[in-house]
């Protein structure tokens, strides 16, 4: 257990809102990921971060944007919800020193 | 670009029945080679570590192993339990690719 909380676990919501999704990690990792999996896509990368205020794009950051304020809380932020951003969202982290990932338990979002 | 192919899609064993999933994988530079186990409606457990061809891990009824071009998940008497979804994902220079998964289900 890496100690990843994400909230909420799922949300409904409709087109043309904003939502922000949280992650939560409670042991100071400085690598975090958000991913979105989908059925025949499997997960993709959607923004990544290697520190506080500092964040970069994956390949699919196209209507999303994230936040890094404090070391343990990663937020992404879909401006203007769209029926194609329906999905599952996981957050993951890199453990100091290695290469794999450890993923959040996810957060279901639906857009109406 | 990196690729990573994992075969069969989907796979069905009698409990007891061993059997292994492939993962065929495409890369400039493999920095390690991760399995993952996903249950539905969880995310990927991470289960393994493989870093260069001819290393094993084990874990239970599970044996992870790498040449240069595949790794082989083994699974030796599998359980009901041991039914998900087994991800297979590369590293090379900080980029993680994934593969597709094999969705495995262990018939008691």
């Known amino acids: 257990d890496a100690g990843i909380t994400q909230s909420p676990r799922h949300k409904v919501t409709e087109t043309g809102t904003p939502v922000t999704l949280r992650c939560h990690q409670t042991e100071n990792h400085r690598y975090m990921y958000w991913y979105r999996q989908d059925p025949g896509h499997g997960l993709r990368l959607i923004h990544y971060?290697?520190?506080?205020?500092?964040?970069d794009k994956g390949e699919v950051s196209d209507g999303y944007s994230v936040s890094r304020s404090k070391t343990e809380d990663f937020l992404l932020t879909l401006e203007s919800a769209t029926s194609s951003q329906t999905s599952v969202y996981f957050c993951?982290?890199?453990?100091?020193?290695?290469?794999?990932?450890?993923f959040g338990p996810g957060t279901r979002l639906t857009v109406t | 670009e990196d690729q990573v192919t994992q075969s069969p899609e989907a796979l069905r064993l009698q409990e007891g029945e061993s059997s292994s999933l492939n993962c065929s994988y495409t890369?400039?530079?493999?920095?390690?080679l991760f399995w993952y186990r996903q249950d539905p409606g969880k995310g990927p457990e991470f289960l393994f570590t493989l870093y260069s061809a001819g290393e094993e891990k084990e874990k239970e009824r599970l044996k992870a192993t790498l040449t240069k071009k595949e790794s082989f998940l083994h699974i030796t008497a599998p359980k009901p339990e041991d039914s998900a979804t087994y991800l297979c994902v590369i590293t090379s220079y900080g980029k993680l690719t994934f593969g597709q998964g094999t969705i495995l289900t262990v018939h008691p």
């Open positions: 971060s290697y520190g506080v205020k500092d964040t």
């Open positions: 890369v400039s530079g493999l920095r390690g």
């Open positions: 993951a982290i890199t453990v100091t020193g290695g290469y794999e990932q450890y």
